[in-house]
């Protein structure tokens, strides 16, 4: 089984910066590809980035330019900087993974955090 804990969030003014940390605990075997959702007040909950155990990220076209996905292995935690963020931005952010392979009593299909609130005022 996996933990995962987010950090990081807050009250920003757009323009502003935020880091937002996500740190992973347990069976980390059971740890892949790692990715930020977000999920806005009335609205689906939708894909930031993603990086894959290579390090390879992704990025949703609303962010891409602004937000940076990082990985820090020895540690077990994954990071999100968010630059020049705008009021569209306000969400809670969800950190999630998947060990690419299920293992009964070991390893579920997905893991989630709690999430952290990211709010931008204009």
């Known amino acids: 089984q996996v933990q995962l804990v987010e950090s990081g969030g807050g009250l920003v003014q757009a323009g502003g910066s935020l880091r937002l940390s996500c740190a992973a605990s347990?069976?980390?075997?059971?740890?892949?590809?790692m990715g930020w959702y977000r999920q806005a007040p009335g609205k689906a909950r939708e894909l930031v980035a993603t990086?894959?155990?290579?390090?390879?990220?992704y990025y949703a076209d609303s962010v891409k330019g602004r937000f940076t996905m990082s990985r820090e292995y020895g540690k077990n935690t994954v990071f999100l900087q968010m630059n020049s963020l705008k009021p569209e931005d306000t969400a809670v952010y969800y950190c999630n993974t998947d060990p690419g392979t299920v293992i009964p009593g070991t390893c579920a299909l997905e893991y989630w955090g709690q999430g952290t609130q990211v709010t931008v005022s204009s």
């Open positions: 347990g069976d980390t075997i059971c740890i892949s590809a």
């Open positions: 990086i894959t155990s290579g390090g390879s990220t």
